[in-house]
């Protein structure tokens, strides 16, 4: 039998509305087969039983933003740099991830997308996190944005690129930034091709925010990060001041967007704030990783290993070699999750909801994932109390965390 049974119990189960103390759960055939207090379910006899040691059951995390960790990017071109960047982020309890694109060539994006169909179809349970889709995130940024991706790669939306992206069915979000010549035409492909619309490192107004979102855009990637403020869009176009990317995600109850919290990038205010303005259901905790994640301080590059831009990790976040802002994150999301909890009043629920059930909503990949709930595929996390990652199943098979 591919999937033992398996039963994890003795710890506060993480359900999608509540907190279960005392919980468990039953996984057969790699999904979930039963939950509830652990004194009212028949633990059947040739199940593995898993103790969560008074933590918490929590499902596991779903990151739809993320570039690298251990040393490799996911542009770097080949399968085994990939699956050694999952497996970084799967000991911090992602369970199924979105490898995204930075800018690049059009040939290293395609080969970007080769790598990860290759490791999507090879991947087993317990190999490491799901490769759940890719993000295709670069190239199509506003140059006045491009933050810390690589220069000079940047380009406006290509039809004939992105089309045949979306054919191969492995893109499930895709960014654009909405001020570009033909942005309106790629969120109605993307929507067309069962992605989530995102749109990032933009200098958006809001008259082009509310085209792009009569065209199917409905994200925006990184709140706060590489996006217009009211200031920034009064360069382009003076007086009278006009709404932002910012401005248009508060008001526009559809719009969802994400934090990195990694307590680098954004102060606790901040966090709370985007938690508020756009609650649990609508706000996305992301790594936004680079290769530097769990390796030691220094310099790395972010997208290819021959083209990237460089950064410095300082053992706490990326930051531009010339000192002039950040360049993502080095950590992984059961860090962003202790960081909602201890910075803001989003509590252990929402915090959880945030790193697993939204993004797996949002991207379209909840039906199979994203929370612990009977019929849905057993990637189950095992959380200390103070929510640092014992334990990773995915449908039901643990992965070495080494
Ligand atoms: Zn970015």
Redo the contacts with the bound molecule.
């Keep these: 039998m591919p999937f033992p049974t398996l039963v994890v119990q003795g710890g506060t189960v993480i359900l999608p509305d509540r907190l279960l103390e005392a919980g468990a759960i039953i996984c057969r055939e790699g999904r979930i087969a039963a939950i509830g207090p652990a004194s009212d379910l028949k633990f059947p006899a040739d199940a593995r039983v898993i103790d969560a040691s008074g933590g918490y059951i929590s499902p596991g995390f779903v990151d739809q933003?993320v570039h690298g960790a251990l040393g490799c990017d996911f542009m770097d071109g080949d399968a085994d740099s990939v699956r050694t960047a999952i497996r970084g982020h799967t000991r911090h309890g992602t369970t199924s991830i979105f490898p995204t694109t930075t800018t690049g060539t059009p040939a290293q994006i395609a080969v970007m997308l080769d790598v990860c169909e290759e490791v999507q179809r090879e991947w087993k349970p317990g190999d490491h996190a799901r490769l759940a889709g890719v993000h295709l995130?670069g190239p199509y940024f506003a140059s006045d944005k491009i933050?810390?991706?690589p220069r000079g790669y940047e380009r406006n939306p290509d039809p004939t690129e992105y089309l045949a992206a979306f054919e191969r069915g492995i893109v499930k979000v895709a960014t654009c930034a909405a001020e570009l010549p033909g942005a309106e035409a790629f969120y109605r492909e993307a929507v067309h091709a069962g992605c989530l619309a995102t749109c990032?490192?933009s200098n958006a107004s809001w008259t082009e925010m509310l085209r792009a979102y009569h065209a199917g855009m409905r994200h925006v990637?990184?709140f706060w990060?590489?996006m217009s403020n009211v200031r920034s869009v009064r360069d382009r176009f003076r007086e009278p001041m006009q709404g932002s990317m910012a401005e248009f995600v508060i008001m526009y109850p559809e719009m969802s967007t994400e934090v990195i919290a990694d307590g680098c990038h954004l102060a606790p205010e901040l966090l709370e704030f985007a938690y508020r303005m756009k609650g649990a259901r609508r706000l996305c905790l992301v790594t936004?990783a680079n290769r530097a994640l769990d390796m030691p301080p220094g310099e790395y590059l972010i997208g290819p290993r021959d083209t990237g831009e460089r950064l410095i990790s300082d053992g706490k976040v990326g930051r531009m070699p010339d000192g002039t802002g950040l360049a993502?994150s080095i950590v992984g999301m059961d860090h962003m999750v202790r960081t909602m909890v201890s910075q803001t009043s989003a509590g252990v629920l929402d915090s959880v909801r945030m790193a697993s059930l939204t993004p797996a909503e949002r991207t379209g990949v909840d039906r199979e994932v994203g929370s612990l709930e009977i019929g849905k595929l057993a990637d189950v996390l095992v959380l200390s109390a103070d929510l640092h990652v014992q334990r990773v199943f995915t449908s039901g098979v643990e992965c070495e965390r080494s």
Excluded: F, K, L
């Design positions: 933003h995130y933050g810390a991706h990032g490192h990637d990184h990060c590489a936004d993502s």
